[in-house]
């Protein structure tokens, strides 16, 4: 993995010759990303940067930024092609010559081959731009997933890109200002949605999509060409006859197995970031089976040992599979006092709470000189690991099987039938079944929820636990937005019964897996120099699970059930049959630390100089905010985040 950085100009240089080289000190804003070696190059309309984080061929063969085809194409990338070496061969048989034995050459040749549709070819995690002389026209991609970032801002003079906001900053003209419409989502989600940033004019690539810029037509138009939710046509199961249930679980066990073989391709140590759940223990499992060397593996705790603390069960599964265990400790007064740090390791404000867990794996496996981090990441988001994700489907194919629920729901949007529903709802003495259709009837007829789209994100409560606060938040600038607004990165529209499983696994995969989860953890790791591999995430494991999934639906069966079932024998009992414990940090005491600590930096602070907040509202988080149970504390603890960014990355 890498940094890459730098700009595409519709002129050509008005000396006749190349553009400047980019500066060290421009380079030196994604050294944490790439601190083995660094690069430039320039011609009469790029100038092009990379810091290198060596992975696969070690030697300078794979420096970047790098040309090929007599000097045609040149390209910056950031990322890895698992499956590089499959692909070289292939490349070979149609004549294709290599130098060296880094996978970068290999995607230039394909590139050259295939032209936009290499990127179909490819496994694994990648961002890049490569520019063709000849034709005087860039092409930028970004992986399925979006497991690696790639930030652009385009006027009618140049195009500027960068792996990270704190790239792309400096080779802009001017400070962009705040995006009010991606400041509220933010609020309501924790992250900000890609393709939005919260910086006006500058845009995520988004995942799963490639842009073609020529200086001739100057056009810089997203193209998709990969969702999740068409994923499983690439794996026809159309002309299989019906699977048995042990075949289908061989299938799954099988496709998780050779992800994990994918991703161990290394020229440098291997180890796993490790809880004591299903997802990791895994990977761990498969990984350790196909490894030369016992791996290290690194897991999280509290002082205490809380219930919630799953060091016990995380080193009693490594020690079985004979890795080495690396425990790390998180006390609460390392959290708060890091934070300023953490937020602009970030680039990005993500009120994750478990930012600084997901941080101090890779910070000690860095110190243990290991670059290369398996993760558990993505198991959840494709095998239905989240309660609100399966109701989500439960409840659109209630409404799609019975549209007079719909009509019926259409006459209790007053806020009194809202109110007395939501008691019913949850009054511990009700009957389950009451209970249960309180919870429906009220679900659907919600006012917020708009009318043209699946039911999905309010039925998180930190998402609709926003609604709450706003009007008592919002300054002037934000009296501009639309009532929708929040909802429109899931305006997916509606969809089929038989459609519905899948157009929810990509609403979770468009929003909580690429715009947290996977920006969450590009930056934590890459922050400290080291790459973190997701198997979960391999495309054609993705494709088969999808494809299994449109046949057999699985989301009724539990959660996990077909991972949980296909690992049997592969992990202990106990393991498999042990509930999902998340990551959970002691969140309370971590976010009343950091508003506490934090909250002043509000007072005439940016958020309040961009009528944001006004003065009074700064009080007002200061003083009562917090105190309005979980949701307010956690809202007050998004405000000083988004603050300490603004500080700790625009302005620096």
């Not at 010759?17 to 804003?29: D, G, I, Q």
Request: hydrophobic share 45%.
């Amino acid at each position: 993995m890498c940094g890459i950085l730098g700009r595409i100009h519709r002129q050509a240089s008005s000396t006749g010759s190349a553009w400047p080289e980019l500066p060290p000190e421009t380079l030196a804003t994604l050294a944490h990303r790439g601190p083995d070696s660094s690069g430039v190059l320039s011609d009469a309309h790029i100038q092009f940067g990379h810091t290198r984080l060596s992975i696969i061929d070690l030697t300078s063969a794979g420096h970047q930024p790098m040309t090929h085809a007599h000097g045609r194409y040149t390209v910056t990338y950031n990322g890895e092609i698992y499956n590089h070496l499959e692909l070289r061969q292939e490349l070979e048989a149609l004549g294709e010559t290599f130098s060296s034995h880094s996978d970068t050459e290999v995607l230039l040749a394909a590139y050259q081959v295939w032209g936009a549709a290499c990127v179909s070819r490819f496994i694994g995690p990648f961002a890049f731009v490569i520019w063709d002389k000849q034709t005087q026209q860039a092409f930028l991609a970004r992986d399925r997933c979006g497991e690696k970032p790639l930030f652009y801002a385009f006027d009618q003079h140049v195009l500027c890109f960068a792996s990270e906001l704190k790239g792309l900053l400096p080779l802009l003209n001017t400070k962009p200002g705040l995006n009010v419409a991606a400041v509220d989502m933010y609020l309501h989600y924790q992250y900000v949605p890609e393709p939005l940033t919260l910086l006006q004019g500058v845009h995520k690539l988004a995942a799963g999509h490639t842009l073609t810029l020529s200086v001739d037509a100057w056009v810089a138009t997203p193209m998709q060409y990969w969702t999740v939710e068409d994923s499983g046509k690439d794996t026809d199961l159309s002309a299989t006859t019906a699977l048995s249930k042990p075949e289908l679980l061989a299938k799954i066990r099988h496709g998780v197995e050779d992800a994990v073989k994918l991703t161990l391709r290394a020229d440098v140590p291997v180890g796993i970031a490790l809880s004591g759940g299903v997802d990791s223990g895994a990977i761990a499992a498969i990984a350790q089976k196909n490894y030369a060397e016992p791996m290290h593996a690194f897991c999280v705790g509290y002082p205490g040992r809380p219930l919630y603390d799953e060091r016990a069960q995380a080193r009693a599964l490594a020690e079985s599979l004979g890795m080495i265990v690396h425990e790390v400790e998180l006390p609460v007064d390392s959290f708060v006092e890091f934070f300023p740090t953490l937020v602009r390791i970030m680039d990005e404000p993500i009120a994750d709470p478990a930012a600084f867990g997901h941080y101090s794996v890779p910070r000690a496996a860095a110190d243990e000189g290991i670059k290369v981090l398996l993760s558990g990441v993505g198991g959840d988001e494709l095998f239905w690991g989240y309660p609100y994700v399966t109701q989500a489907v439960h409840l659109n194919e209630l409404a799609s099987r019975q549209p007079g629920l719909t009509w019926l729901a259409s006459w209790l949007t007053a806020p009194s039938v809202q109110t007395f529903l939501l008691k019913v709802a949850h009054y511990p003495h009700a009957h389950p079944t009451l209970k249960h259709w309180a919870d429906v009837l009220q679900k659907i007829s919600d006012p917020r929820q708009p009318k043209d789209q699946l039911f999905y994100y309010m039925l998180h409560p930190e998402f609709a636990g926003a609604y709450v606060f706003k009007d008592k938040l919002y300054g002037p600038a934000m009296a501009s937005l639309a009532a929708d607004n929040a909802f429109v990165p899931t305006a997916l529209g509606q969809r089929t019964f038989e459609q519905i499983p899948a157009a929810v696994i990509r609403m979770l995969f468009d929003t909580w897996l690429t715009s947290n989860c996977l920006t969450l953890g590009d930056r934590v790791s890459m922050g400290v120099g080291v790459e973190t591999r997701m198997p979960f995430l391999d495309a054609h494991l993705i494709s088969l699970v999808m494809a299994l999934r449109a046949k057999y639906p699985d989301h009724s069966l539990g959660q996990k059930a077909w991972l949980r079932e296909s690992l049997q024998g592969v992990l202990p009992p106990e393991v498999l049959t042990r509930p999902k414990a998340g990551f959970q940090p002691p969140v309370q005491a971590w976010l009343t630390g950091v508003v506490q600590r934090y909250a002043d930096a509000l007072v005439g602070g940016h958020l309040q100089k961009a009528g944001i907040l006004t003065a009074d509202k700064v009080g007002y988080v200061r003083a009562g905010l917090a105190s309005e149970g979980y949701t307010g504390l956690f809202l007050a603890y998004k405000l000083v985040l988004l603050e300490l960014w603004y500080q700790q990355v625009v302005m620096k």
